[in-house]
């Protein structure tokens, strides 16, 4: 399901008519195709990298695997808000390839480790907190607090799995979840869209500070 060469793509024109909707699901089939050229890329590595060199080398090899179905989407490390000037800077961000102009990325993804770098942090996939500064560090929870994904309606976040089973952290994330809750809803729990081997895609809700809502989608690449 990774990789079906017969699948017929849509490819995008210059005047980005394609559906929103479409235009998402272009995005999620090139992370589709990117994960076996990143697994192989990155294994080597596993005890090594950091959170920043599996993202660096992942957007490398999306980019390939992006250029292969639109000429039109180009993907970058680091978003700056230049139109919200919110403070967060999410990882990974999608934006039409134009001439001129700043216009909001596509899609904005943040990217979280598997299992957590250190205990202290074991549940920044969801809620956590910066030591010197208080600030918000957990990856949900950036979304929440609209650090992440102002003016947007879909966002992404992406976990890089280096121990354990994606059913054993589908279980557990959610229990983080369910014991900040009745604060956080039932709607922001994980639900499994795809579930293979090395890759999984969930969907959540985010109810953020503004009561606004935002669809938020869990792409899982399991390194180990």
Same mark, same amino acid.
């Given at each position: 399901?990774?990789?079906?060469?017969?699948?017929?793509?849509?490819? =995008?024109? #210059?005047?980005?008519? @394609? /559906?929103?909707?479409?235009?998402?699901?272009?995005?999620?089939?090139? +992370?589709? !195709?990117?994960?076996?050229?990143?697994?192989?890329?990155?294994?080597?590595?596993?005890?090594?990298?950091?959170?920043?060199?599996?993202?660096?080398?992942?957007?490398?090899?999306?980019?390939?695997?992006?250029?292969?179905?639109?000429?039109?989407?180009?993907?970058?490390?680091?978003?700056?808000?230049?139109?919200?000037?919110?403070?967060?800077?999410?990882?990974?961000?999608?934006?039409?390839?134009?001439?001129?102009?700043?216009?909001?990325?596509?899609? =904005?993804? #943040?990217?979280?480790? @598997? /299992?957590?770098?250190?205990?202290?942090?074991?549940?920044?996939?969801? +809620?956590? !907190?910066?030591?010197?500064?208080?600030?918000?560090?957990?990856?949900?929870?950036?979304?929440?607090?609209?650090?992440?994904?102002?003016?947007?309606?879909?966002?992404?976040?992406?976990?890089?799995?280096?121990?354990?089973?994606?059913?054993?952290?589908?279980?557990?994330?959610?229990?983080?979840?369910?014991?900040?809750?009745?604060?956080?809803?039932?709607?922001?729990?994980?639900?499994?869209?795809?579930?293979?081997?090395?890759?999984?895609?969930?969907?959540?809700?985010?109810?953020?500070?503004?009561?606004?809502?935002?669809?938020?989608?869990?792409?899982?690449?399991? +390194?180990?």
């Amino acid at each position: 399901m990774i990789v079906d060469e017969n699948i017929s793509i849509p490819i =995008i024109n #210059e005047n980005h008519s @394609l /559906p929103r909707n479409a235009i998402l699901e272009l995005i999620f089939k090139s +992370i589709e !195709y990117t994960v076996i050229p990143f697994i192989n890329t990155v294994e080597p590595f596993i005890n090594t990298f950091s959170e920043d060199a599996f993202t660096q080398e992942f957007v490398e090899k999306n980019d390939f695997q992006l250029s292969k179905l639109t000429n039109s989407i180009g993907v970058k490390n680091q978003y700056k808000d230049l139109i919200y000037k919110t403070n967060g800077i999410p990882d990974v961000y999608y934006h039409f390839k134009e001439e001129e102009g700043v216009r909001k990325p596509i899609f =904005i993804m #943040e990217a979280k480790v @598997l /299992p957590a770098p250190s205990s202290s942090r074991s549940k920044e996939y969801v +809620i956590g !907190y910066y030591k010197k500064s208080g600030n918000p560090s957990g990856g949900i929870q950036r979304f929440k607090v609209e650090k992440h994904g102002k003016g947007q309606t879909n966002c992404g976040l992406l976990a890089y799995v280096l121990k354990d089973k994606t059913d054993s952290w589908h279980r557990m994330i959610n229990s983080w979840i369910k014991e900040i809750q009745p604060s956080w809803d039932a709607e922001e729990l994980l639900t499994a869209e795809i579930k293979e081997e090395r890759y999984c895609r969930f969907n959540s809700k985010v109810i953020r500070e503004t009561e606004s809502k935002l669809t938020l989608h869990h792409f899982w690449i399991n +390194i180990n």
